[in-house]
């Protein structure tokens, strides 16, 4: 079955330090990968794409085949990190292009 | 503003009532989506709707349904409500027919049934 998995559903590490969220699909063939966040009081919103293969707020993600990941680094973790972070995947599932999420990682920056 | 609304934010009722979620899409956007998030689980997928046509479905219960209307907003009936429908209801937009590119999200409605 097509899914995405964020094995980690809490994630803490200091201020300064590197982060990665992992975030593991399972799908046959070539699917679009997306990072979504949402802040504290903040309408749920696209961080990233693997196509537009660009590093946004110092986060890059890059899609591992091989490995069906595409998991989401920063080098050095800032504070307003702090979120809820969604993988996400669109693919033909069941006869329909449809786009479809990871239960989520809540990530807090400790100062 | 002009960003996806829904209404209304919170929403109590009882086991075996329904419910209507309204969502209006952004400017232009033709393509309007809903999804579910319960507690310990994602977003799911329920169901999205493109100029008015469903265009795909996700897994949503019969006693539940949508529909996109001509202005493009869209509502989500919620019948024979249970105790597990509780729950944030997303709705999102986007100009594509596809979900290939950015879907813009309101602020959900959550909805709790007594």
């Known amino acids: 079955a097509q899914r995405v998995t964020q094995p980690e559903k809490l994630l803490s590490v200091f201020k300064g330090a590197p982060v990665e969220l992992k975030c593991n699909y399972s799908?046959?063939?070539?699917?679009?990968l997306f990072w979504y966040v949402q802040y504290s009081r903040q309408r749920l919103q696209l961080l990233l794409r693997h196509i537009s293969r660009e590093s946004i707020k110092g986060f890059t993600a890059d899609l591992n085949k091989g490995e069906t990941s595409f998991h989401l680094k920063k080098p050095f973790a800032q504070e307003e990190d702090s979120a809820m972070y969604y993988c996400a995947l669109s693919g033909l599932i069941q006869g329909a292009q449809k786009l479809v999420f990871g239960q989520g990682t809540r990530l807090t920056i400790n100062p | 503003d002009s960003g996806v609304t829904q209404t209304p934010k919170h929403l109590i009722t009882a086991t075996g009532q329904r419910v209507t979620l309204r969502c209006s899409p952004r400017s232009g956007d033709l393509s309007v989506y809903w999804y579910q998030q319960s507690l310990d689980q994602g977003l799911q997928f329920l169901i999205q709707?493109?100029?008015?046509?469903?265009?795909a479905k996700g897994n949503i219960l019969e006693r539940f349904s949508a529909q996109q209307f001509p202005d493009l907003h869209s509502e989500l009936n919620l019948s024979s409500l249970e105790l597990g429908d509780s729950a944030l209801y997303f709705c999102?937009?986007?100009?594509?027919?596809?979900?290939?590119?950015?879907?813009?999200f309101g602020e959900g409605s959550r909805l709790t049934v007594l």
């Open positions: 709707y493109y100029n008015g046509e469903e265009r």
């Open positions: 999102a937009s986007s100009v594509e027919y596809l979900p290939t590119g950015e879907l813009f």
């Open positions: 799908y046959s063939g070539s699917p679009e």
